[in-house]
């Protein structure tokens, strides 16, 4: 792969495909929610992690089963590593990181291998069979240069390439490239020797890289989000960056969180708490919900309480859904909200959520839910099969929590 500068600016998508719907088909009456079937998710175990004024900022996870690996990502910089079979097992706690975290990813081929993207612009690969001990970083080339703000990261399925987006910085913002096979074997934090940098892009964005995804099984495709309001699909395979832009998605917003649904299929969210879900192809997303709409017409929650984490892909149903919350002075809402060819409906409720909710993570294989957020609880959720809600009934009020508060809830801001 060759990575070079594009000789001019990428244009936007003009695609003359049409969509049978936009944001506003897509929103589901009062009746259809009326006819959904709601389930109950509850705690089956929590962490509360150390620390009065520490928090969880993101969580990653491998497929293994029955027994998978977890790792939280702590604002105190550290990494909390779990195995998790009914429970939650701490593994290990590493301390290596000197700046916030702003990305966590177990490599696609073991679980053994966990990697961490620094704010300071460097990504170290942790080897957990040798006690969390680092056995690769991953730095910017540049010479006599300060090291490029991160922002965000990902790992190509096939274990062989990393990409990293960065802050904006010196009138630019980078998408930069490793090859995880060149990683340095010497284990010494001084050793100047480090990854190779193969090269970056920097034409396609013009402010902070904010999400990067790569296709589960297109190796050569990766998508990009950035606060400068565009998605954008490259072909790493192309020889030039120019060459190498797809598609340029424009959201008209600022993009929070990107990833890949099915195809040529996307979703994300915004900054502004919204949700998009694009084709490729198109000019425009066939599915919109602002944060208005999902909190009147799915959540019943105030506006101004609403956030939204991610969108998982049902292992049950084989829909996606987007996880939402409410956060009020009456307690820490929490919901699932599942899209289909039909819009979206509220599918579930998580009983006893005690957080803002900042990331989530799902095991497909056993349908268990991690959360992890500003009260610093890790929950693992669990269906509740005795108590699914039946179709045709009223919303049920959320059962609250037991009033008690952690104290470090008090610092943490609202998602708004």
Not at 142 to 168: C, M, N, Q, R
Not at 252 to 265: A, C, F, P, Y
Request: one cysteine or more.
């Amino acid at each position: 792969m060759q990575l070079t500068s594009a000789s001019e600016m990428p244009r936007m998508v003009d695609s003359t495909r049409k969509r049978n719907g936009n944001s506003e088909s897509h929103n589901t009456s009062d009746s259809d929610k009326n006819h959904a079937n709601r389930c109950e998710m509850i705690v089956a175990t929590e962490d509360l992690v150390p620390g009065d004024d520490n928090y969880v900022l993101a969580l990653c996870g491998t497929q293994h089963e029955p027994e998978f690996r977890l790792c939280a990502a702590m604002s105190d910089y550290s990494c909390i590593v779990y195995n998790v079979n009914e429970g939650l097992s701490k593994l290990m706690s590493l301390e290596h990181n000197t700046s916030p975290i702003v990305g966590i990813k177990f490599s696609p081929s073991s679980k053994n291998i966990l990697f961490a993207a620094t704010r300071d612009g460097e990504i170290t690969a942790c080897d957990l069979r040798a006690k969390g001990k680092v056995v690769a970083e991953m730095r910017d080339g540049s010479v006599d240069s300060k090291l490029k703000p991160l922002a965000s990261f990902d790992i190509s399925s096939d274990d062989k390439l990393i990409a990293a987006g960065t802050e904006h910085i010196g009138g630019d913002a980078f998408i930069l490239f490793w090859d995880i096979r060149y990683s340095s074997p010497n284990n010494s934090r001084s050793d100047s020797r480090k990854n190779d940098l193969l090269g970056g892009y920097w034409e396609s964005h013009m402010d902070d890289v904010t999400s990067l995804a790569f296709h589960s099984s297109k190796i050569d495709v990766l998508a990009s989000g950035s606060t400068d309001g565009l998605i954008n699909v490259f072909d790493l395979s192309q020889s030039s960056e120019d060459s190498a832009l797809n598609y340029s998605l424009n959201t008209e917003s600022s993009v929070d969180r990107i990833g890949w649904l099915e195809n040529d299929h996307l979703w994300c969210t915004t900054h502004t708490h919204c949700l998009q879900l694009w084709d490729c192809e198109d000019a425009t997303p066939y599915g919109k919900y602002d944060r208005s709409t999902i909190a009147a017409n799915f959540m019943h929650e105030d506006q101004d309480s609403c956030y939204v984490v991610r969108v998982h892909k049902s292992s049950s149903s084989g829909d996606p859904f987007l996880l939402a919350g409410g956060s009020t002075i009456k307690g820490e809402h929490l919901h699932g909200l599942t899209i289909n060819s039909e819009g979206m409906k509220w599918c579930t409720d998580f009983i006893g959520n005690k957080q803002l909710v900042r990331d989530s993570w799902y095991h497909a294989k056993s349908g268990c839910l991690i959360t992890g957020g500003e009260g610093g609880v890790i929950n693992l959720w669990k269906q509740n099969e005795k108590t699914l809600i039946q179709q045709n009934s009223e919303p049920k009020p959320l059962a609250k929590s037991n009033g008690k508060s952690s104290g470090r809830d008090k610092h943490r801001t609202k998602p708004y």
